[in-house]
Nanobody, 118 residues
Framework: QVQLVESGGGLVQVGGSLTLSCTAS????????MEWHRQAPGKQRELVAR???????NYADSVMGRFTISRENVKNEVLLRMANLKPEDTAVYYC????????????WGQGTQVTVAS
């Protein structure tokens, strides 16, 4: 039973902060690259941030300097700390696990809504 569960979404005002959490079960978490994606209404899903199994990090230009991704392997958890939120950040945020060094399947969470309002 593989499961990725996101939490921490909600309503926040412009300029505010929010931290998303994704907890994985049923996989050997430490061998997966972990990602956050988001999809806004009428737009394509986009990669927001990635942290690899070796702790390399990558961010979309739109969130660079405002978002921070981290992982805690002992807890099977990946976090996305979001600061200085903008209306354009409003989207459903999805956790994604991509295996590194294997040809196994990838996994998606169900998503958590982030709404930035003013």
């Amino acid at each position: 039973q593989v499961q990725l569960v996101e939490s921490g979404g909600g309503l926040v005002q412009v300029g505010g902060s929010l931290t998303l959490s994704c907890t994985a079960s049923g996989i050997q978490f430490n061998i997966y690259n972990m990602e956050w994606h988001r999809q806004a209404p009428g737009k394509q899903r986009e990669l927001v941030a990635r942290i690899t199994s070796s702790f390399a990090m990558n961010y979309a230009d739109s969130v660079m300097g405002r978002f921070t991704i981290s992982r805690e392997n002992v807890k099977n958890e990946v976090l996305l700390r979001m600061a200085n939120l903008k209306p354009e950040d409003t989207a459903v945020y999805y956790c994604h696990a991509e295996p590194h060094g294997t040809f196994g399947p990838d996994w998606w969470g169900q998503g958590t809504q982030v709404t930035v309002a003013s």
